[in-house]
C-alpha cells in the first residue's frame, strides 16, 4: 500500500510541476489536441519528439518521445536524469539485459543520468511517453 501511495504522489508531483512549468515557460494557457502534436525526426534511429516546453538542445524541457512497435534503442545513457510518464503502448525501460517492466499507459520512470540502459516499445503498436529533464537532451552510446 505504501508504494501505491508513493507512486500515486510521484504521478501528482509530475504533473503539477510539469503543467506549472508549461504555463510559466509559454506565458500562455494552452490547449493542444493529440492530433496537432506535430512530431519531428531527432536524427536517433526512428526516435521522434514533439516539444512540451523549453528547448531541449539548450535547457530543462519536457517533450512527448514516440517510438515504432517493437523497437529496442541501443544500450545508452543521458548526462541529466529523466522523469517520463507512458501515453500509449508498452514501454520497457531498464538496464540492458535485466528483464523487462511492461509500462502501459498512465506507468511512470525515473532513469538516473549516466546509467546504462535500454527503453523498448514492447507493444506492437507505437509508444509515445513525455519526458521532462532538468536540462539539455542528449544520447550517449554505450560503448
Request: glycine share 10%.
Amino acid at each position: 500500500m505504501r508504494n501505491r501511495i508513493k507512486i500515486f504522489s510521484a504521478h501528482v508531483f509530475l504533473a503539477l510541476a510539469l503543467f506549472t512549468n508549461l504555463s510559466v515557460a509559454s506565458g500562455t494557457s494552452l490547449s493542444i489536441p493529440a492530433t496537432q502534436i506535430n512530431y519531428t525526426e531527432t536524427g536517433i534511429g526512428p526516435i521522434k519528439v514533439a516539444p512540451g516546453y523549453g528547448d531541449m538542445t539548450k535547457e530543462a524541457h519536457s517533450n512527448f518521445v514516440k517510438i515504432p512497435g517493437g523497437f529496442n534503442s541501443p544500450p545508452h545513457f543521458h548526462t541529466e536524469d529523466y522523469y517520463a510518464v507512458v501515453v500509449s503502448g508498452v514501454i520497457g525501460n531498464g538496464m540492458e539485459g535485466a528483464q523487462d517492466i511492461p509500462l502501459p499507459p498512465g506507468s511512470y520512470w525515473f532513469q538516473n543520468g549516466n546509467e546504462k540502459h535500454v527503453t523498448k516499445c514492447l507493444s506492437s503498436n507505437e509508444c509515445v511517453f513525455f519526458v521532462t529533464q532538468p536540462g539539455k537532451f542528449d544520447f550517449v552510446m554505450s560503448k
